[in-house]
């Protein structure tokens, strides 16, 4: 039986954000997964569809509730994380 299993049998929720690094890898891996959804390098270009824009604002609403960014900041970690898929930087920090 596995961990998360075992710990269901005794009545224990599971929470993936318990632990830091398995929290940082499925963070990592989903951000992975969509990174090609959503081209974040339309941020730093002035021309962008309603339906990127839409998932852009749905990130930055994430940023600003959740995390409790500023309208602003969230604005300039969507374009200095787009910045970063924009150079290739991603792929050599592994």
Request: neutral net charge.
């Amino acid at each position: 039986m596995n961990y998360i299993g075992a710990l269901a049998i005794d009545g224990v929720v599971f929470d993936y954000k318990a632990n830091e690094r398995l929290q940082k890898a499925i963070e990592l891996k989903l951000f992975e997964d969509q990174k090609d959804t959503i081209k974040l390098t339309s941020l730093v270009s002035s021309v962008v569809d309603k339906s990127t824009q839409e998932k852009i604002d749905v990130v930055k609403d994430r940023l600003i509730k959740k995390m409790d960014y500023c309208e602003v900041c969230a604005t300039d970690v969507l374009n200095f994380v787009a910045s970063i898929f924009a150079r290739g930087d991603l792929k050599g920090n592994k």
